[in-house]
């Protein structure tokens, strides 16, 4: 739609960026000219004159009309840019740069804009891709037997440990010198500092192993608490709601094969898209990928601090430089496949409707035992919504892609 006062043209489009023209109209510049006067004779504040009521002769006669330039241009790059963007069908995925010209009142007024844009993806054949299949696997009995055993812990209650020493898994409460007391749960991971905790017993002290950066301190165990499991059997079937213990590991059994297949599926998903990536031409812009390593480090930074961040380096054996350089390649590769994944949606109309994004969120919602309204009203809230939908076409994408491909067996396949 064409947008009074203001005229654009795409001089250049290359890749990832495009070179819009912009030309505001003289009337346009002179009525935003008198509207920043107007406001800054109302809010000023000269000696001799009372606050808002300096003439405005007064002013322009002192100041002119050339202090208000910076302020015109401004306000009118910000507000016709948009206009113009909207009107060549161009979205931006990083700040636009813009360059101005003359301006003076009176005169048309003409910026340039370099816009960075995503690339038109020119994909090889994604059908027909040959992939080694993984398949699903069988469920063992160990892997039933692992998943009733968490059960077990999940509905487990602690009770205190009257004998014996600290084991892995125990919640011991420990204090410092000061007083302080804390909870924790003993791992059995040697570099854990409450592996130092194992073998322990009631009034013992120990000196805590800490990062190299931190003093070690000196704890003191005050109590021990140990997971009292209830027995296997069928009560405690009936209690997680199934006839009896057979029908609750048949349930086991077909959850883990359930798993094992979403599993087989992202992995195949996976595997196609590889293979497309490998045969396609994909760039992400240059600007925008910069701006998401520099946010990732940022947050990082901000979440665990810029003391602990220098530790995760050195515990790494990395420089910044190292870490920044391992964020942007994932990064890429990320951006790389989103690329290529709404740019198949695209060609085969893969889409979403309104009715499939509700059943969705009820299922999503099912699953984490809440209200598909209140789930929706926080995905919108923590500003989600959107690329939760996005992850969802990709889906169907993914379902596409497999559905496509040449699946041949794990062992036929020469890697």
């Known amino acids: 739609m064409e ?50 009521k300096v003439p405005k002769s007064f002013v322009k006669a002192r100041f002119g009309d050339d202090v208000f330039y910076e302020d015109a241009q401004k306000e009118l ?40 844009v995503m690339p038109e993806v020119e994909l090889e054949d994604y059908t027909d891709i040959e992939v080694a299949d993984p398949g699903t696997g069988e469920v063992t009995e160990e892997e039933i037997e692992e998943r009733l055993h968490e059960l077990q812990e999940e509905n487990g209650q602690l009770v205190p440990k009257e004998d014996g020493e600290v084991e892995a898994g125990d919640h011991v409460t420990v204090s410092d010198p000061d007083g302080n007391t804390q909870e924790v749960q003993v791992s059995e991971d040697e570099g854990n500092p409450t592996h130092d905790l194992i073998g322990k017993s009631v009034g013992d002290r120990v000196e805590v192993t800490a990062g190299e950066a931190e003093e070690s301190p000196d704890l ?63 760039s992400p812009p240059k600007k925008m990928l910069d701006n998401i390593v520099d946010n990732k480090i940022d947050e990082t930074r901000e979440q665990i601090g810029s003391e602990s961040f220098n530790d995760l380096l050195e515990e790494e ?9 391992d964020v942007r390649e994932s990064t890429e590769e990320q951006l790389k496949e989103r690329l290529v994944l709404d740019r198949i949606a695209e060609l085969e109309d893969i889409e979403l409707s309104d009715e499939e994004f509700e059943e969705e969120l009820e299922e999503e ?13 926080q995905l919108k809230a923590q500003d989600r919504l959107e690329s939760y939908r996005d992850s969802l076409v990709q889906e169907k994408v993914f379902d596409f892609l497999i559905d496509s491909a040449n699946l041949i067996e794990e062992e036929d396949k020469d890697e």
């Open 220 to 282: 003191t165990v005050e109590g021990i608490k140990e997971q009292d499991l209830p027995p296997l059997d069928d009560e405690f079937a009936k209690d997680l709601g199934h006839d009896d213990l057979e029908s609750l590991r048949t349930d086991v059994k077909s959850d883990l094969f359930e798993e094992k297949e979403e599993q087989r599926s992202d992995e195949l998903g996976q595997r196609v898209l590889d293979k497309i990536i490998e045969k396609s031409d994909v």
């Open 3 to 52: 947008v009074k006062g203001l005229k654009s043209t795409i001089k250049e489009r290359k890749d990832t960026e495009v070179t819009l023209e912009v030309t505001i109209d003289s009337n346009t510049v002179n009525n935003k000219l008198d509207e920043i006067f107007n406001k800054t004779v109302d809010d000023l504040d000269l000696p001799g004159f009372r606050k808002g």
């Open 365 to 377: 919602a099912d699953k984490q035992g809440a209200n598909p309204i209140k789930l929706k009203n």
């Open 77 to 116: 790059i910000d507000e016709y840019l948009q206009k113009a963007l909207e009107e060549n069908d161009i979205n931006p995925v990083s700040q636009p740069e813009t360059e101005t010209k003359e301006f003076e009142r009176g005169e048309d007024f003409t910026f340039e804009a370099s816009i960075e």
């Open 317 to 325: 054996g990395k420089t910044e430089e190292d870490w920044k350089n």
